[in-house]
């Protein structure tokens, strides 16, 4: 069965303090790897797309590695404003055409100044 | 830069009573979907579009319908609510592989 664990599940740091977010996920032949964040009461928003081992994505303070296992998301340097909860979520070898996802639950940073 | 639009933002229903779901996206993108998040269940796929015209069923379509008449919009139905469909509904739409979510609507079922 297709599955994505994300790892912590909360994650408090200091800002300056970096740290990783692990996206760990099983499918039947990954088509993409995709991670989002979300700020409490809104919908998520898009930050990287992964689709082979090896490719890495940068923005600003955020990292996103994949192997072929699982993602990590690197954070360096937070600041407060990064405090959100990150999602991941895969796209399966089957999935045709409708573009349909595997979510991850998450992992909700908080970063404290 | 309007996005991905839904209203209602909130609602509040009775058992029984039906409603009807607005996305609206001005990107002329080709896929959209509907997704419910549940605290501990994530984002759940419940219908989604492929096209204009289009409509097909995701992991949680039971108690709701959908429909895409035209391309900028997708309405999902709930014909009769139920209290496990107190949730946070949220439309998403696609061109390529990234997509682009509406605001949510929070919905509670007593």
């Known amino acids: 069965e297709d599955q994505v664990t994300q790892s912590p599940e909360a994650l408090r740091l200091q800002e300056g303090e970096s740290s990783s977010l692990n996206c760990s996920y099983t499918v039947s032949g990954l088509r993409g790897l995709f991670w989002y964040r979300q700020d409490p009461g809104k919908g998520p928003e898009f930050l990287f797309t992964l689709y082979s081992a090896g490719e890495e994505k940068e923005k600003e303070r955020l990292k996103a590695t994949l192997t072929k296992k699982e993602s990590f998301l690197h954070i360096t340097a937070p600041k407060p404003e990064d405090s959100a909860t990150y999602l991941c979520?895969?796209?399966?070898?089957?999935?045709?055409?409708?573009?349909?996802?595997?979510w991850g639950l998450g992992t909700s940073l908080a970063v404290n100044p | 830069n309007a996005g991905v639009t839904q209203t209602p933002k909130f609602r509040v229903l009775k058992t029984g009573q039906s409603m009807t779901l607005l996305c609206a996206q001005d990107?002329?993108?080709?896929?959209m979907y509907w997704y419910r998040q549940d605290p501990g269940m994530g984002l759940r796929l419940i219908h989604y579009s492929v096209g204009e015209g289009t409509t097909a069923k995701g992991e949680v379509p039971d108690g709701y319908n959908v429909s895409r008449l035209k391309k900028q919009n997708f309405l999902l139905g709930l014909e009769s609510a139920a209290p496990s469909q107190t949730s946070v509904y949220f439309c998403?739409?696609?061109?390529?592989?990234?997509?682009?979510f509406g605001q949510g609507t929070r919905l509670t079922v007593v």
């Open positions: 979520a895969v796209q399966a070898g089957n999935a045709g055409n409708n573009r349909k996802l595997i």
């Open positions: 998403a739409s696609s061109l390529t592989r990234q997509a682009f």
């Open positions: 990107m002329n993108h080709e896929y």
